[in-house]
């Protein structure tokens, strides 16, 4: 392997990989490529925005495979989305470590790693104590037919798969049935007690990751290496975060929690034939009380503990923490008492630890409890949830306190700053940090004392937004209301869907909006509208994608996930300012936490959450260079409310118009020009 010195720099390896997969190199791209190399070089972290266009995945997959190389170290590329990691693995990767073998002196090696629910257990399908029914399956055979005959194919598919890993699964199971062949960290015997330990797929996944040089993971993966006890990911002294903008939810879902009065049940049933019936029966008791007590508690956000609730709490820790000692010391057992053992004990172990967590939320500030119900889980159970008020500190202390970090997304600066983001990320206001001359390495020692210093750039789209798109704001409309969709909206629709010629994706603020919308408009328009929930999602964006009259009507997967470039999508309609809903628990949680610290809530936390939806929607219009179109946002409020402002500086710099003969002119030329 060459010497550092030896390896060629990031600008002339940027252009040795753009040739290679036939491509043209853009100002933006060399910019990037430079920035993540300063940073890995000088450990300061960077934010970059960078635009659908740019060639961001190149332009930090070049310098991480160059420093990962040159240094023998491993850097860690993180995404929030299976699409884009199996973009890196199966397309840019490949074609990268091919194309740079030559310069780098090797061709370099990457992986893929995901958490180990997402492997097959060769011991749990073998041997495994099986997995209690849920209660609706109890009482209903087709159920239980229907996962008996995933769970035969499992079988079948375990002689041959190499991986294990569930995404190659096509078609794939239920949850429930893949519970039944996958375990939990917590669940794992571990590789020197297993006996089939040797044969893991998670444990070879593992070591083809500790092997090598780029290891690309997803965010939850991310958050659990930082914020757990215990190390998931190969040693790494980079990380590079793709699609940042969902960084923060993606860790605050990890770091939730939730109990219910049926997981309660359910770990009275694991632990039931290995301690004695006394011991487990005060488990099914505090699992029955739980379960009364949830019903009667409004949902919502809780402000206080009730006292029925707590006591139901003290309860359902004293009874696993009762059963966790029933059970003892771990011991030598045959393999599937060790199995049984250890998944009563992790089960066990989640209810105690949930229970303490939220009997003791409400003595600091530090998380949010809330009951789920009809608002979010209609027809569910209800269940107890607790969730960080913030993971700013988390992320500052455990990721960007250990490791160079580098964010991207195409949506970073909202507002018109990187700022608002950052707060999030819990790094301080931006500065650029000044490097005393004549040290023996660009990175500055390690100071308790010093803040965390980072850098944010943008550096735009190779896309003419002005020339190319028209941001439409229905101004003349009324605010949209709380009783489902106006029937203006409905009408203002129809007229720029017709003028469009089909060719809409349709982003809506609810699933009711949507359907709404879909059925209003079948019966008006000559043109085919599929709705989200008709069929699988991939499924609807391909149909959408190969037929340039169609529209497509959905909610949020579809805000962030669609990519269609070409004349089959030209207008992009929102119906309104995707506020979080104002009984999100989190969400007022963290209002509530800015306001009584003099700050201004609604816009820290409600209309940053609204600005990163609409830049993300906004962003499916144009998807390659040639593309054209309108986004078009039927609120009113993004024209006359006072943070409208804020919102439209995090959108696009599209040319904006408020008059609706002039954007169906302009759709009107678009279709014309389209056939």
Known sequence: MPATASIPDTRTLLSVAVEAVGGAERPGQVDMAEAVERAIRTGEH???????????????????????????????????????????????LPRLAKALKKELGREPRFAILKGRRNYLCMHRLHTGAPEEPEEAALFDPFAVSKM??????????????????????????????????SVTARECLGVAKCPIGTDCFAEKARAEAGRADVVVTNHAMLAVDALEGYQVLPDHDVVVI????????????????????????TAARRCGRLIDQSVADRMAEASDGLAMILEDVPPGRLDSLPQALAGALRATKDAAHACITSLGPERKEDPEGATARKLALSLLDEVHDCAARVLGAFDDDHDVVWVSGDFADRGKAPSLRVAPLGVGGLLRERLFGKRTTVLTSATLTLGGTFDTLARQWGLPASSQAVKAGG??????????????????????????????????????????????????????????????????????????????AAEALRGKLSYPVLCQGDDSTGQLVKRFSESSETCLFGTLSLWQGVDV???????????????????????????????????????????THAALLLAQGAGRLLRSMSDKGVVA?????????????????????????????????????LDAANP
Not at 155 to 172: I, Q
Not at 243 to 248: K, P, S, T
Not at 573 to 588: K, N
């Open 439 to 516: 040290t023996a390495t660009d990175k500055e020692p390690p100071s308790d004392l010093g803040a965390v210093k980072w850098t944010g750039l943008d550096v735009g789209s190779p896309f003419e937004h002005g020339s190319s798109g028209i941001l439409y704001v229905a101004r003349h409309l009324p605010p949209p209301g709380r009783d489902g969709l106006p029937p203006a909206y409905v009408d203002e629709i129809e007229g720029l869907v017709n003028a469009a010629g089909g060719r809409t994706l349709g982003l809506f603020s609810s699933m009711r909006a949507a359907k709404a």
């Open 565 to 607: 470039p070409g004349p089959a999508l030209q207008l992009v309609i929102m119906d309104r300012i995707p506020f979080p809903r104002p009984d999100d628990p989190l969400a007022s949680a963290r209002q509530k936490a800015v306001e009584s610290r003099g700050g201004n809530g609604f816009l820290t936390v409600a209309a």
């Open 148 to 181: 008996g005959r995933e769970v035969k194919r499992l079988h079948e598919w375990s002689s041959d798969t190499e991986t294990g890993d569930r995404d190659e699964l096509v078609p794939g199971v239920t949850e429930q049935a893949w519970r039944q062949v």
């Open 46 to 92: 960077l934010a970059v925005q960078a635009g659908t266009g740019t060639g961001k995945s190149l332009a930090y997959l070049v310098p991480s495979l160059r420093h990962a190389v040159a240094e023998e170290s491993t850097v860690v590329i993180s995404t929030a989305t299976i699409a884009l990691q199996r973009q890196l693995v199966d397309r840019d």
């Open 242 to 265: 793709d699609e940042a903008h969902d960084l923060v939810d993606r860790v605050t879902s990890v770091a939730t929690e939730e109990l219910s009065g049926a997981l309660v049940a």
């Open 633 to 669: 946002v039927l609120d009113p409020r993004l024209a006359t409310a006072r943070y409208g402002g804020f919102l439209r500086a995090s959108l696009p710099p599209f040319w904006t118009t408020y008059d609706p003969e002039v954007v169906r002119a302009a759709l009107k030329r």
